[in-house]
């Protein structure tokens, strides 16, 4: 599967942005999608994750509460939903693809190219 990330951009603090994965391939509804995000020079952070079905969802502790995760079978997407957002989320978000629900991004096969999301203060 192949995954691309958009919907970066520049915002202010306390305002908000959603982004989009959009996958090709026909099993895109048989894996596991998470988003991560990393800052030059630290490592990447679990920033969260949704079964196939999108039913059951996880979010890294850091975002919970602020962000929410939407998935869209039909149109092979999952969207990031970030309010309230803060200028310690700065970072380049990815999304990733996984047979299993896991934490680390070592467990996910398939990353999208990042997309960078600044947010001003």
Do not use: P
């Amino acid at each position: 599967v192949q995954l691309q990330a958009s919907g970066g951009g520049l915002v202010q603090a306390g305002g908000s942005l959603r982004l989009s994965c959009v996958a090709s391939g026909r099993t895109f509804s048989s894996y596991i999608v998470a988003w991560f995000r990393q800052v030059s020079g630290k490592e990447r952070e679990f920033v969260g994750a949704c079964t196939e079905s999108g039913r059951s969802i996880d979010y890294g502790d850091s975002v919970k509460g602020r962000f929410t995760i939407a998935r869209d079978n039909a149109k092979n997407t999952v969207y990031l939903q970030m309010n309230s957002l803060k200028s310690e989320d700065t970072a380049v978000y990815h999304c990733a693809a996984a047979a299993r629900f896991v934490y680390e991004g070592a467990g996910y096969d398939y990353w999208g190219q990042g997309t960078q999301v600044t947010v001003s203060s």
